[in-house]
Every structure is written in structure tokens, then in C-alpha cells.
């Protein structure tokens, strides 16, 4: 069975760091490309950053470039959502998706995912 689980969240001070998690089962994640998506409540989805599969290529959404990394340890099957100088407003539910790219050295959170995780809270208050 294909599944997905992120882990690491939790309530942090404005300006903190999380590092968030997603690891995964029956499946090896260096095949796939992964994202890093958000909802706040009362707010669409939002995708957060992207890495391909090949070559760790990562984009980022605007409103966390320079604040957010992604990376992947396929050794350990897990991809990585290095956050810091967090906001209040990056509280949300944080989500990781998984898909095949036909080109694997690309990246993008507004295509389809196929495999999504249950998420996991990150509350940025003092």
C-alpha cells in the first residue's frame, strides 16, 4: 500500500523554525516528485515547494522563498520542509503529495499529485 505520512509540526513563536517530514511507505520516493502544500482554514490549498526527482530541482512559492527549504534523503525514503523565520500567516495544515513527472529534472505544486498524506498542523503564534 502507497502511503504518505508527514510528521513534524507542532506551535512555534513568530521567527521560530519546524522542520516538517514526509515520509514514505511501499513506494520509493526518488521516483516521484514532491511537493509541500498548505491550507489555512477558510483558504484554498496552496502549494508551498517542490523538488524533482532528478537532480533535486525545487521551486518555491513566493511568500517562503529565502524563509523555506525542501530537500530529500532517498537513502531514508523522506523529503524535507525546512522552515524558518516563520509567520503567523504560514499557519495551515501541511500537506505532501507525490507524483511521476514526464520530465524528471522539473518540478511544479500546480500539477496533479496521485498520492497525498493525512498533514499535519503548524501553528506560527505567540
Known amino acids: 500500500q502507497l502511503q504518505l505520512v508527514e510528521s513534524g509540526g507542532g506551535l512555534v513563536q513568530p521567527g521560530g523554525s519546524l522542520r516538517l517530514s514526509c515520509a514514505a511507505s511501499g513506494f520509493t520516493l526518488d521516483d516521484y516528485t514532491i511537493g509541500w502544500f498548505r491550507q489555512a482554514p477558510g483558504k484554498e490549498r496552496e502549494g508551498v515547494s517542490c523538488i524533482s526527482s532528478r537532480a533535486d530541482r525545487t521551486n518555491y512559492a513566493d511568500s517562503v522563498k529565502g524563509r523555506f527549504t525542501i530537500s530529500r534523503d532517498n537513502a531514508k525514503n523522506t523529503v524535507y520542509l525546512q522552515m524558518s523565520s516563520l509567520k503567523p500567516e504560514d499557519t495551515a495544515v501541511y500537506y505532501c503529495?507525490?507524483?511521476?513527472?514526464?520530465?524528471?529534472?522539473?518540478?511544479?505544486?500546480?500539477?496533479?499529485?496521485?498520492?497525498w498524506g493525512q498533514g499535519t498542523q503548524v501553528t506560527v503564534s505567540s
Open positions: 503529495g507525490a507524483a511521476i513527472f514526464a520530465n524528471r529534472y522539473y518540478c511544479s505544486t500546480g500539477s496533479r499529485y496521485d498520492y
